[in-house]
């Protein structure tokens, strides 16, 4: 079984940008931490990071083939992706939207809007870097229980 990690714009900065908001681990931190979860799921996860839509779009169309679901964090395309959007509903695979930051409590009101939420299985909001991680574990929950 093999599950994609995407994430998004500026993601890539991770552990230098507001730590308030995003925590203080950097992204390898984060994609180590989920590489030991899949090893001790037994899966194989495949990581990709872009600031670019358009790239991000290429490796889904790519990768879903091969893929039982996506943990994408789209990080600023949550409000506006919607080439990306179009990609995510394109795949008919199981789909969790994570987010580090609660986006609902963020002060912004843009913030609260999220394009990719209605072709997402589910949405995990504000419990930072352990959000994928639950991500990953339901996931893998909900294949064993597809295969009974």
Known sequence: MKILVIHGPNLNQLGKR???FYGVKTLEEINS???SEAESLGIDIAVFQSNNEGEIVSFIQEET??????IINP???THYGLSLREALA???IPIIEVHLSNIYARPEPWRHTSVIAPVA?????GLGWKGYVIALNYLVQQEQERRG
């Open 90 to 92: 394109d795949t008919r």
């Open 75 to 77: 990080a600023a395309l």
């Open 33 to 35: 931490l989920l590489d």
């Open 65 to 70: 083939p091969n893929a039982r679901g996506i």
């Open 121 to 125: 299985t589910g949405q995990v909001s």
């Open 18 to 20: 507001d730590p308030h």
